[in-house]
């Protein structure tokens, strides 16, 4: 349902009920803000938990990311809030249930996050954020 292995293998792999549905809590919350265009929430998660949200996954297999490119059109605040999930290191090559990555369904959608997504994947292994081979599409 969840996946909560960002979140423990930046508390050393705690098993602690209390701390997992907290962090469970918490990135519904994220997710929710996302899908909302709320980015000074996006920027309260994501600094409160030190960036360690911004790669959880919701019921649907779904991290933030995925969430926000998913909207064909973004406003102005969507788009500050992807800029705070990618500076708080969401993953661009984590894949959805079916195989792809948030390029992919920008590029499904022919929308405009895929330009944004492209910039951001050339500049991150320009500055060696991401692997030059990583898997991005």
Not at 50 to 61: L, S, Y
Request: hydrophobic letters at 40%; a negative charge; aromatic letters at 10%.
């Amino acid at each position: 349902m969840f996946n909560f292995t960002t979140c423990y293998a930046a508390r050393g792999s705690s098993n602690n009920q209390e701390t997992r549905v907290k962090y469970e809590f918490e990135a519904t919350k994220l997710h929710d803000s996302v899908q909302a265009g709320d980015w000074k929430q996006v920027l309260a998660y994501a600094k409160q938990y030190k960036g360690k949200v911004t790669n959880a996954r919701n019921a649907e297999g779904l991290t933030p990311l995925h969430v926000l490119v998913s909207k064909p059109e973004p406003s102005g605040n969507e788009l500050t809030a992807a800029d705070v999930l990618l500076e708080f290191e969401a993953d661009l090559t984590a894949k959805t249930p079916n195989g792809l990555t948030a390029l992919a369904i920008a590029k499904e959608q022919a929308s405009f996050w895929v330009p944004f997504l492209e910039w951001h994947i050339k500049y991150f292994t320009e500055v060696g954020k991401l692997a030059k081979d990583a898997v991005v599409e």
